[in-house]
């Protein structure tokens, strides 16, 4: 029959041993010469063809991820400006972290356009300003609010000619929602001058300006 390939002496190198370790640890491994040759090993059964690529097997995962954590200049209440998306450069007011660990942020919607939002703490700047929400109702949102629905699969036909763009709708709940939010905080913005027009005015930046020394 034909021999094993791997040939183990006194001289030979570590990994030398370690491949015939893990070749006499397989189904069959002890009877290496039969198995060499494809056909079925007479210990412990061994399969009589391997496969001809790597089969990747899934490693088992015990880590779970932790929430991130906010950093200390984020508070309820807190003014943020955005950094990123299509909202960039507004100023938003932090309303509470969701489960996932991202931030619920309102404009409001009523002062500056921006809705009810969840964004990224890693792409938004803390401000000095912040907004007493004791009188603002937040509602018990989490990452399902925001989730989207799936439309039925249209066919290939069907999708090359739907020329026209569909429009989003809006769910009343959303509308709820931001009704109930912008209801509080637009009474609290009332009540502390010129905080209408700060939340107004976009963030921006222009030539001479130095990022890293403004206090925000």
């Not at 950094?83 to 309303?95: D, K, P, S, Y």
């Not at 989490?142 to 569909?166: G, I, P, Q």
């Not at 009474?187 to 502390?192: L, P, Q, S, T, Y």
Request: contains cysteine.
């Amino acid at each position: 029959g034909i021999s094993c390939p791997i040939q183990v002496t006194a001289g030979s190198p570590p990994f030398v041993r370690t491949a015939l370790r893990k070749v006499l640890e397989m189904p069959g491994g002890k009877n290496v010469s039969g198995r060499w040759r494809g056909k079925k090993a007479a210990s412990k059964g061994g399969a009589s063809m391997y496969p001809a690529d790597d089969v990747k097997t899934p490693l088992m995962r015990y880590r779970v991820p932790k929430k991130p954590k906010l950093r200390p200049s984020i508070q309820p209440g807190t003014v943020l400006i955005l950094l990123a998306g299509r909202f960039r450069g507004h100023r938003v007011i932090f309303l509470k972290a969701l489960s996932s660990g991202t931030l619920l942020v309102s404009g409001p919607f009523q002062i500056n356009g921006v809705p009810l939002r969840r964004v990224n703490q890693a792409y938004v700047i803390a401000t000095s300003v912040v907004v007493d929400l004791s009188g603002v109702t937040v509602p018990d949102i989490d990452d399902e609010f925001f989730a989207r629905k799936e439309d039925a699969k249209k066919t290939e036909e069907e999708e090359f000619f739907a020329n026209e763009a569909k429009e989003t709708e809006v769910s009343e709940e959303r509308k709820d929602a931001q009704q109930l939010v912008d209801t509080g905080l637009m009474e609290a913005i009332k009540a502390v001058p010129l905080l209408d027009a700060y939340l107004r005015a976009r963030f921006t930046l222009r030539n001479g300006d130095k990022a890293h020394k403004m206090k925000f």
